[in-house]
């Protein structure tokens, strides 16, 4: 799996994952009211990079870079549980500014439970019109401690 900057023709690829798995998976949100280029609008100014394998989009990461924010992780509903939002989670933690922050709604439940296993703390509670949200963290850990971002290091003795 290549994780590379996305580019035109991935949008209907980036397009499709982000209202297949909101359709799926986001109860919370009117299935009415999602249009087709909502990522669009709702990642405008963010750098979006893809996951790709054998020509195929897996997922996707949008990231605020002014401030380290992940904005958006979605993966495609056939490729879930097989680490590309792990491998998404660890490229932008190896590009960008630690530490890294992200909202997630309380009622998405799955997302919740993926960062928490994945060393993400919640630092603050909110609303917005989504709902009830965790403002999330993940600082970089010193590297000759831990040898990757969401592995616990093994050691010998």
């Known amino acids: 799996m ?3 900057l996305a580019s035109s023709p991935d949008w ?6 982000y209202n297949s798995v909101r359709l799926r998976q986001f109860s919370w949100i009117d299935p009415a009211t999602i249009e087709p280029d909502d990522i669009r609008r709702d990642s405008d100014g ?3 990079h893809v996951a790709v394998k054998g020509g ?3 997922g996707f990461i949008s990231v605020w870079s002014p401030e380290s924010f992940i904005h958006h992780l979605f993966v495609s509903p056939d490729s879930q549980g097989q680490g590309v939002g792990v491998r998404l989670l660890e490229f932008a933690c190896d590009a960008y500014q630690s530490p890294l922050r992200l909202k997630c709604v309380q009622m998405n439940e799955k ?3 993926f960062y928490k296993r994945n060393c993400w703390a919640v630092i603050d509670e909110g609303t917005s019109e989504d709902g009830s949200y965790l403002l999330m963290e ?3 850990p010193n590297q000759a401690v831990v040898s990757t971002p969401f592995r616990v290091p093994r050691f010998t003795t």
């Not at 209907?12 to 994952?17: D, K, V």
Request: charged share 30%.
């Open 56 to 58: 195929a989009i897996l």
């Open 2 to 4: 290549k994780i590379r």
């Open 12 to 17: 209907s690829a980036i397009c499709e994952i």
């Open 111 to 113: 997302a919740l439970n």
């Open 138 to 140: 993940y600082s970089k």
């Open 46 to 48: 963010e750098e979006i």
